[in-house]
Each structure stands twice: as structure tokens, then as C-alpha cells.
């Protein structure tokens, strides 16, 4: 099946700095991708939908020039967190989707914010 | 605006036992997909069963299947002979056409020996 690699795993960084994540699809090439955050025992909200090529589209109340979505091929997509705070602290998937009605999700992304 | 709800936040059963889990969605579409995804404490997405709405035919999917009521939006996921594995998170999903996934709350699921 198809799989989406997300690197790192699990990140801590110091508030104030920025930190990069990075979905990738390695066996396929990828139309559209995702990104998910999840709280602690919560469920997935979508955070932004991004096209090769073309600028995210984000869901209401999130905040563009924080969270900075490139998807600048068709196997790789990034979600920079900028000047992070605690409150950002939170478990971030990826899935892409390759014109097809199923996503594939990567194994997520731990930001821990100190 | 399309919404998903699963109103059982937590739910257990004992092994090889059935248990049914409940979601209902809201959508005026006519063409979607529903989805059932699993959760275990790796986090890591796992899709449990998939149903094309434009299916009158429940999915089937070894000791999963579902319960797809199109005119009620009901869509139930129904576990047999439960698995000590089986203890997850499960989220029911709605996609419609290459649009993105709606999540609904989650359901708990304790398989217990």
C-alpha cells in the first residue's frame, strides 16, 4: 500500500523558535496533502489543505503566518510552526492523497514546546 | 457544513465478544465516502473499512462490517469475535469526493481478557 513518511517523529524546541515538518509520499506522488492536529484524547482537526504548486488553504482559525504549509513537489509537503509557544505543543499528522477518494496518513509528529 | 458525531465517548467489551459502535453524519451530498479508522497508542492512522454511499451493499471487511443506513446518515461499525489488538481509538470519518476527511469525536474501544 501506499505510505507517507513524517520526519521527525518527535521534536522538542525552545519557545520562541521555529521548527520544520516534513510529509512525505514515497511511493506515490501526492495531488493534495493535509495536515492534521491532534490534542491529547482528542480527534484529528484539519488544520490546512495544500496542492503542489499552489498556496494552503486553511480552516478557520488558523493562523497562516504560523503555521507556514509548503508543498513544493508532489512527494513533499512541510508545515513550519513559527515562533512556537507551549500552547502549539500538540501531535501533528500528515496524510496525502493521490486523486483517489483515500488518504494516506503518516505516523504523526510530537512537538513538544519548553 | 458537513459534521460527523459519535456519541459514545468510551466503550468496552470482553473478548470474542461483538461490540457496535455508533456514528451518524450530516451532509446534503448525495456522492461521499464514509470511513472507519483505528487508533492505537502508536497514533499511527489505520484504515478499518471504507463504504462508497453510492453502495447500497453494507462493507465487509473479515470481523469488521458496517451498518450503512443512507436515509438515517447512520454509519455503525460492528467488531466480531473482539481481539485483545482491538483496543484503539476508532474514528469515524466522512470524505466527500477528493475534499478532506471529517473526523468525529472518537470511541474508545477496551477489549478485556
Known amino acids: 500500500g501506499a505510505v507517507v513518511s513524517q520526519h521527525p517523529s518527535w521534536v522538542i524546541c525552545k519557545s520562541g523558535t521555529s521548527v520544520k515538518i516534513e510529509c512525505r509520499s514515497l511511493?506515490?506522488?501526492?495531488?493534495?496533502m493535509f495536515w492534521y492536529r491532534q490534542f491529547p484524547k482528542q480527534s484529528l482537526m484539519l488544520m490546512a489543505t495544500?496542492?503542489?504548486?499552489?498556496?494552503?488553504?486553511?480552516e478557520q482559525g488558523v493562523e497562516k503566518d504560523k503555521f507556514l504549509i509548503n508543498h513544493a513537489s508532489l512527494t513533499l509537503s512541510t508545515l513550519t510552526v513559527t515562533s512556537a509557544h507551549p500552547e502549539d505543543s500538540s501531535f501533528y499528522i500528515c496524510?496525502?492523497?493521490?486523486?483517489?477518494?483515500?488518504?494516506?496518513f503518516g505516523p504523526g509528529t510530537r512537538l513538544t514546546v519548553t | 457544513a458537513q459534521t460527523v458525531t459519535q456519541s459514545q465517548p468510551e466503550m468496552s467489551v470482553q473478548e470474542a465478544e461483538t461490540v457496535t459502535l455508533s456514528c451518524t453524519y450530516d451532509?446534503?451530498?448525495?456522492?461521499?465516502?464514509l470511513f472507519w479508522y483505528k487508533q492505537p497508542p502508536s497514533r499511527q492512522m489505520i484504515l478499518v473499512i471504507r463504504?462508497?454511499?453510492?453502495?447500497?451493499q453494507n462493507a465487509t471487511e473479515n470481523r469488521f462490517s458496517v451498518n450503512f443506513q443512507k436515509a438515517a446518515k447512520s454509519f455503525s461499525l460492528k467488531i466480531s469475535d473482539s481481539q485483545l489488538g482491538d483496543t484503539a481509538m476508532y474514528f469515524c470519518?466522512?470524505?466527500?469526493?477528493?475534499?478532506?476527511?471529517?473526523f468525529g469525536a472518537g470511541t474508545r474501544l477496551t477489549v478485556k481478557p
Open positions: 496524510s496525502a492523497n493521490e486523486g483517489s477518494y483515500e488518504q494516506y
Open positions: 511511493d506515490f506522488q501526492a495531488t493534495t
Open positions: 495544500s496542492n503542489e504548486g499552489s498556496k494552503a488553504t486553511y
Open positions: 451532509t446534503s451530498e448525495n456522492n461521499y465516502y
Open positions: 463504504q462508497e454511499a453510492y453502495k447500497q
Open positions: 470519518a466522512y470524505r466527500r469526493n477528493n475534499n478532506d476527511m471529517r
